[in-house]
């Protein structure tokens, strides 16, 4: 598959265009709304074409486009790819609410291509083999716990602090901890969230929620004011799971995972993975195949409306039905 890039930004330098060029599929242009910057991003990171503006992209010998930019600008542009009559990789959260997420799905499938959000995190061993003992092992669970916080202290024009941006630390690391609860206990009955502006820019730099289930709730931190965490824990009647570095852990970096079932602790190892390659071949695998991409329109909008009821409840100071 030959992929566009969409803007410099700075995830796709770091992690998904080594990510493309590491696997059996190419990265061949890059756009940005400055043609010498797009110039130097391909030359720096080895992309054979550069185009100085967004739409030229789509005139580029391409089978799909890589959509990083600004949270705000995802539905815009994927749909101007999908126009194209390409298919469209685009960064989580895929669109600022659970509405404009389901349009952007009929969109793309009235255009005939595919969209997948780029949650990563799901496609590595060790999330896989976390929701496996969660539901073969663990019975009845009661409680689950999920942060990822890290701090923006040093960088207060950084885009993740722009309201028309759709930015905050929900949209940005929260979308992530919302993401791990439903995948261990489902979708949730009601929530209730508390959100702080410490920065007073329009969005949330801290933010918590409880998400609540018959017999069992979640809670879930994100934030940009503290230190970097990246965990998760699983409680339940005859055990418990935990992991730590959860969401990011880099290419290199070899991974564990803690449980006790039963009176029995086990440490699970897992050798270091590009998890972004591997959520870049499933895609690619997937349109090749003519079948949905692995993170469905349903797993998409799901998380989105989870999103939804946490704003809707740190707005209202009140609880909020997904």
């Not at 793309?108 to 780029?118: F, P, T």
């Not at 602090?161 to 993401?179: K, T």
């Not at 959860?246 to 449980?259: H, I, K, M, N, R």
Request: with cysteine.
């Amino acid at each position: 598959m030959r992929f566009g890039v969409l803007s410099t930004a700075g995830i796709g330098r770091k992690a998904v265009i080594p990510a493309i060029q590491g696997s059996e599929h190419e990265v061949v242009a890059v756009a940005s709304r400055d043609e010498y910057r797009a110039r130097k991003f391909a030359d720096e990171n080895g992309i054979p074409e550069s185009y100085g503006s967004y739409e030229a992209l789509f005139d580029a010998s391409i089978d799909a486009v890589y959509n990083p930019l600004p949270n705000a600008h995802h539905a815009e542009w994927t749909r101007r790819a999908a126009d194209a009559g390409l298919d469209v990789l685009c960064e989580k959260p895929l669109a600022v609410d659970a509405d404009e997420a389901e349009a952007l799905f009929d969109h793309c499938d009235d255009a005939g291509v595919a969209l997948m959000e780029a949650f990563m995190y799901r496609f590595h061993p060790r999330t896989v083999r976390a929701r496996e003992i969660v539901e073969a092992e663990l019975s009845t669970v009661r409680s689950v716990s999920a942060t990822f916080t890290f701090s923006l202290r040093n960088r207060p024009d950084d885009i993740r602090l722009s309201p028309e941006l759709a930015g905050g630390s929900l949209m940005d690391v929260g979308c992530y901890a919302v993401s791990a609860a439903r995948g261990f206990l489902g979708e949730p009955e009601r929530v209730s969230a508390h959100a702080l502006d410490t920065r007073d820019c329009g969005v949330d730099t801290e933010l918590a929620a409880r998400l609540e289930y018959p017999g069992a709730h979640a809670q879930v931190r994100s934030g940009f004011d503290t230190t970097k965490q990246e965990r998760y824990r699983v409680d339940a009647e005859n055990g418990w799971l935990e992991g730590e570095t959860v969401f990011g852990p880099g290419a290199d970096e070899s991974v564990s995972l803690t449980y006790r079932v039963d009176g029995r602790e086990v440490t699970e190892t897992f050798d270091a993975v590009d998890h972004y390659r591997l959520q870049v071949e499933a895609f690619a695998d997937a349109v090749e195949r003519g079948a949905a991409p692995p993170v469905t329109r349903e797993e998409t909008v799901a998380n989105a409306r989870v999103l939804d009821a946490i704003r809707e409840s740190a707005e209202s100071d009140a609880p909020a039905r997904p």
